[in-house]
C-alpha cells in the first residue's frame, strides 16, 4: 500500500516537539499522529531534549546559590529538577535493568523482572550508588564555577548513546517502546552524536576528546552487557545507558577542572 503522507524527510523540526514530549513531562504540544509515523527517526532530537532538562536543573541550581546555599545543597536541587522533568523515566530504567540484568538466569526471566514494576536489591542498591555519585560529582562541578556548561552539555551528552544503542541493538521484545518506535538509521544516531558534539564543542572545546571516548566506550559497554544476557535492548537498557553515561561524562569534567 502507497504511503499517502509521502516520503519522509531525514530530519524534521517537529521533531524537536516529539523529543521533550518523548524524554520529559513538560507540557509540550505534540502531533501525535505525526510523532508517531515519524518514529525513530525523531532520535536524532534527542540530546536537545536533554539541553532543556538541563537548562532548567542548571536554573534551579543557580538560584539556590544565589540565595546563598551551598554547592552540595544546589548540587541536590539540580539532580531533584532533572528527576522531575523527566518523570525518573531514566532512573526507572536504571533500576530495571539492574534487577533484570543480574536478578534472572535465563534471558527470558530477565526480560520477565524488568517489566516487573517491583523494585529488587540490584535496583536500590544501584541508584543509591548512582544518586551519590551524581551529587558528589555536581558538587564539585558548581563549585568550581562550570554549573552550566557541564548541565547543557551532559544533557545533551548523555541523551545521544540511546539513540545509537537503538540504531546498534535490535529489540529484546516483540512488544514494548523499542519495538514501536522502530529502529533509528545510522545516519540518524550521528546526527545526535554530532549535535552533542557541537554543543560540547562550543561549550568545553577541550572537554570533547575525553568526553567523547570516555561516554562512548561506556554506551559500547553496556550495550555489549545488553546483548550478552538479553539479546538486545528496550526502553529500560536505554534509560539505564543514559544515567551510566550521565555519570562518565561528569566523571571527565570533574576531572578536567581538579
Not at 105 to 122: P, V
Request: charged content about 10%; glycine content about 12%.
Amino acid at each position: 500500500m502507497q504511503n499517502k503522507t509521502g516520503p519522509q524527510p531525514r530530519f524534521a523540526p517537529s521533531d524537536i516537539a516529539a523529543a521533550v514530549g518523548l524524554m520529559t513531562r513538560l507540557p509540550v504540544p505534540v502531533d501525535t499522529d505525526r510523532a508517531t509515523l515519524r518514529g525513530a527517526r525523531a532520535a536524532w532530537a534527542w540530546p536537545v531534549a536533554g539541553l532543556v532538562v538541563g537548562g532548567l536543573a542548571a536554573l534551579s541550581a543557580s538560584l539556590a546559590l544565589w540565595l546563598g546555599l551551598p554547592p552540595a545543597l544546589a548540587a541536590v536541587l539540580l539532580i531533584a529538577t532533572q528527576i522531575t522533568l523527566t518523570g525518573a523515566l531514566h532512573e526507572d530504567g536504571l533500576a530495571d535493568s539492574l534487577d533484570g540484568l543480574w536478578g534472572g538466569w535465563t534471558r527470558d526471566r530477565r526480560l520477565e523482572i524488568m517489566k516487573d514494576s517491583r523494585i529488587g536489591a540490584y535496583g536500590v542498591i544501584g541508584l543509591i550508588l548512582t544518586l551519590l555519585l551524581r551529587w558528589q560529582l555536581w558538587s564539585l562541578i558548581i563549585a568550581n564555577d562550570a554549573l552550566w556548561s557541564a548541565a547543557l552539555i551532559m544533557g545533551a551528552v548523555s541523551r545521544a548513546p540511546m539513540a545509537a544503542l537503538m540504531a546498534w541493538l535490535p529489540p529484546a521484545r516483540a512488544t514494548g517502546l523499542s519495538r514501536h518506535v522502530g529502529r533509528p538509521v545510522h545516519v540518524t544516531a550521528v546526527a545526535a552524536a554530532v549535535l552533542a558534539g557541537v554543543i560540547t564543542l562550543l561549550l568545553w572545546p577541550g572537554a570533547l576528546p575525553a568526553l567523547g571516548l570516555v561516554v562512548a566506550a561506556t554506551a559500547y559497554g553496556w550495550g555489549r552487557i545488553a546483548h550478552a544476557r538479553i539479546g538486545g535492548q528496550t526502553g529500560d537498557i536505554l534509560g539505564a545507558g543514559q544515567q551510566m553515561c550521565d555519570i562518565s561524562g561528569l566523571l571527565v569534567l570533574a576531572v578536567q577542572l581538579t
